[in-house]
Structure formats: C-alpha cells, structure tokens
Nanobody, 120 residues
C-alpha cells in the first residue's frame, strides 16, 4: 500500500518560513509527478505545487514566487519550501503522486497531512 507521511508544519508569524517534507513508501517514486495540496477549513482541497519526474515545476498563482517544490528520488521525498507566508496559507498540507502534470487529481489515498498555521 502506497503511503505518504508529511511533516514540518507548525505555527509561524506572517512573513515567516517553513519547510515541509513528505516521505513516500511502496511506490516507484522516480516515475511519477509529485504534488503538494492544501485544505483550509470549509474549503475544497487545492493543488499548490507540482513537480514532474524531470523536475519541471508548476505552482498555483497564489503561491508563485513564495513557495518552491523539490524532490529527492533517492530518498523518495518531496519538499515544499514556503517563504513570505500569509494568513491565507493556513491549511493542512498533503502530498500525493499524480498520473501526469496535466492530471491534477491525486493517485492514492491521503496521508495524515501536516498543519500549517500562519498567525500573529
């Protein structure tokens, strides 16, 4: 069974930074695009950033220039560096694999996610 374990969330002030990490298991990690999603209370889960098997990246307009996604195929991990955080970034963040960069739906069941709270 494919599993994702997210970590690195926490409470940070507006303008601060956090680095999220996701460890994947039971998956041929290097073959698949990977993505970070987030879900704020009362909203739909949304795609934040994705990275292809060849390190091509895409970002939601709301995070462009502030977030950076990266992957380490040897360690089967994907990271999300989040800078200049805003209150609106508050959400539970999840990672997942994608069938293709143009297919944004996740391939597998969700992990537990990691809570990011941006507040003064």
């Amino acid at each position: 069974q494919v599993q994702f374990v997210e970590s690195g969330g926490g409470l940070v002030q507006p303008g601060g930074s956090l680095r999220l990490s996701c460890a994947a298991s039971n998956i041929v990690f290097s073959l698949y695009p990977m993505a970070w999603y987030r879900q704020a209370p009362g909203t739909e889960r949304e795609l934040v950033a994705s990275i292809s098997a060849y390190d091509r990246t895409n970002y939601a307009d709301s995070v462009k220039g502030r977030f950076t996604i990266s992957r380490d195929n040897a360690k089967k991990t994907v990271a999300l560096q989040m800078n200049s955080l805003k209150v609106g970034d508050t959400a539970v963040y999840y990672c997942n694999a994608m069938r293709a960069m143009t297919i944004t739906a996740p391939m597998y069941d969700w992990g537990q996610g990691t809570q990011v709270t941006v507040s003064s």
